[in-house]
């Protein structure tokens, strides 16, 4: 008589994300990315600098003076700030990729709209409009990127998406110098909204959401997905009983300061703690949902700059903040006004668009040069001595003669050396936050940015009224103080990002990380477990169903390490307060 007996399998391979990225490897995954990624950084730039080309442009036509063009030039900025704090908080809530998709179609249907304006006016409220969208994806796009990178590669992908501003700015003073003298600023307006428009498009098609994000955010099973479809676009492969570790971040409880995760000193849901019932579908329910959600976002909001400005990561925060308003400040202060300065030096007016072509160009060496020095010499160092040299830049523009290319070549430094600058800060400030404040914590420095970068712009109209040198010299001033701060902070280079600003989260994520690898090495050397969890992708999902699954599958086994191991994980949860283990 035969007996049927059950196959026999193999514990799970249990990695983190960073471990999966790295076993996957650099490959075309990544460079889709980046591409699609450095298409949406260089919409931005195309949006931010057609706003200096569009004043010098519609000064007649909108009766533009300095301090009404430094107006303009100044509401961009108005709406990045307000995007970049809403739009990094939305996207550490609903995703990167969601978020991002969000501001680039408000970037692009406001830009194109703004083609119609017909009075300064409208115009001024589109372009507010517009920079809502800009602020709103600079913060999501460089977490996004930086998430899909192993370590070994990250510093050089991040430096390459930096480099797309060039890009942009290449595009913006190209279709400038083509355009407005044959077409107008309207035609020209509605050209710099297109790769806007098509990254948004390309980003829905091809680019998935960060695995990072969905772990901490208890989407195990996608973030599993996610990853093995890198592993198949990069030619490699994931183990089929490939796992991630999986359990409650606190960080989200006191973020959020939901009630639902509340317990007494026992260890027992706090009596408060009951998910409130959900609400009837007709106008009360409508308004009450309203403004539970109002609370709520007020809630995380609290939280968010509660941490952000709270040891830990405040000794981040503060130094971060000091170096985004010294670049912004200084930067937009010099290169916005560009087209004005070389206009007031006697430049006519195809000279202009031409100059302002060549300014943009100069980012070609700065930008080779910090692909290469942001792992060699670090982000630290190559900020803080590409703001120095910026400063020094400034006031030799300050003090170029009118005659000869001295201007010129003057402001083509300035422009190729701050690059450096921008890139290492656009880098810095993504990998030293976690991943569960990356996206709020970049849109906060980067808020804080279009602040000192509208009081300049602004101020710089008011000062060109006084001597053509006044802006140069404020800039140069930002630009040292932004230099002398980037001292003040740690080097990330080569570094695993962090997930988790909770040192209950990191604590428990290191041990989980140790004891893991350690059975993930038993299975691949053949340790088996008798009745032990099935083969397949065994990550983990954040619903009930999920974790009953593969909680069941998991820890039902009797043999090898695993119901050890999860006996484990379900201790350590209960010491750190946690809820338990998700299967």
């Known amino acids: 008589m035969l007996v049927s007996l059950p196959l026999p399998r193999f514990n ?13 490897g650099t490959g075309p995954f990544q460079w ?9 950084n260089a919409a931005d730039a195309v949006e931010i600098l057609s706003v200096g080309l569009l004043g010098a442009a519609a000064e007649q036509d909108l009766n533009l003076t300095d301090k009404r063009t430094g107006a303009l030039n100044a509401c961009i900025f108005v709406g990045m700030f307000l995007g970049g704090l809403s739009w990094g908080l939305l996207g550490d809530v609903v995703g990167r990729k969601r978020a991002l998709l969000v501001a680039l179609a408000v970037n692009a249907v406001f830009g194109a709209l703004s083609a119609a304006s017909t009075s300064l006016w409208q115009l001024m409220a589109l ?3 517009a920079g809502l969208g800009v602020g709103g994806s600079m913060p999501v796009v ?8 192993p370590p070994s590669s990250r510093g050089k992908f991040m430096a390459m998406l930096a480099s797309f501003w060039m890009v942009g700015s290449l595009y913006s003073a190209s279709m400038g110098w083509l355009l407005i003298p044959l077409a107008g600023w309207r035609v020209f307006v509605l050209v710099a909204s297109l790769p806007a428009a098509l990254c948004c498009c390309l980003m829905q098609a091809l680019v998935p959401e960060s695995p990072r994000y969905l772990t901490i955010m208890g989407r195990g099973r996608e973030a599993g997905q996610v990853l093995q479809r890198i592993a198949r676009a990069n030619g490699t492969h994931l183990p089929d009983d490939f796992a991630l570790p999986s359990f409650h971040h606190r960080d989200q409880d006191i973020l959020t300061h939901k009630t639902a995760f509340r317990t007494d000193a026992d260890g027992h849901p706090h009596a408060d703690a009951l998910a409130a019932p959900p609400l009837p579908y007709t106008s009360g329910g409508a308004l009450r949902r309203l403004r539970r959600g109002a609370a709520e976002a007020t809630e995380r909001t609290v939280g968010v700059l509660t941490a952000l400005l709270s040891p830990p990561l405040a000794s981040y925060t503060l130094p971060l903040a000091v170096a985004w308003i010294g670049l912004c400040g200084g930067w937009y202060c010099t290169l916005l006004w560009v ?11 195809t000279s202009v668009y031409a100059e302002t072509f060549a300014v943009s160009l100069a980012n070609l060496p700065g930008n080779l040069a910090s692909i290469w020095l942001v792992d060699r010499l670090g982000r630290r160092k190559t900020a803080c001595v590409c703001m120095a040299g910026a400063c ?43 991943t569960s404040l990356r996206s709020s914590g970049f849109g906060l420095l980067n808020a804080l940015g279009r602040v000192s970068s509208f009081a300049t712009t602004y101020a710089a109209g008011a000062l060109l009224q006084s001597a053509l040198w006044a802006p140069l010299l404020l800039a140069a001033v930002l630009l040292a103080a932004g230099s002398a701060a980037m001292l003040h902070l740690p080097e990330p280079a080569g570094k695993p990002l962090e997930d988790s600003f909770c040192q209950e989260d990191k604590e428990q994520e290191g041990l989980l990380s140790g004891s893991l690898s350690g059975s993930a090495g038993s299975s691949r050397h053949g340790t088996r477990g008798g009745g032990g969890g099935g083969g397949g992708a065994a990550v983990h999902s954040h619903d009930e169903e999920d974790r009953a699954t593969a909680g069941g599958g998991r820890d039902g086994g009797g043999g090898g390490g695993v119901k050890e191991l999860a ?3 379900v201790a350590l949860l209960a010491a750190a307060g946690g809820r338990g283990s998700r299967g």
């Not at 460089?142 to 990178?149: D, V």
């Not at 006031?395 to 190729?416: D, E, M, R």
Request: charged share 15%; hydrophobic share 50%; net charge negative.
């Open 567 to 569: 006996a484990e994980r």
């Open 392 to 434: 020094v830049c400034a006031l030799l523009f300050a003090a170029a003669p009118a005659q000869g290319g001295w201007p010129l070549a003057a402001a083509c430094v300035f422009n190729g050396v701050s690059v450096g600058g921008w890139n290492s800060l656009d880098m810095i400030s993504a990998e030293l936050y976690p």
């Open 32 to 40: 889709t990315v980046l591409c699609v990624c450095g298409l949406a």
């Open 339 to 349: 087209p004005v300065y070389f206009k007031r030096r006697g430049a006519v007016e």
């Open 127 to 129: 372009r507010l409009m």
């Open 12 to 24: 799970p391979v249990t990695m983190t994300v960073e471990e999966a990225l790295s076993h996957v």
């Open 142 to 149: 460089f977490s996004l990127m930086s998430e899909f990178c």
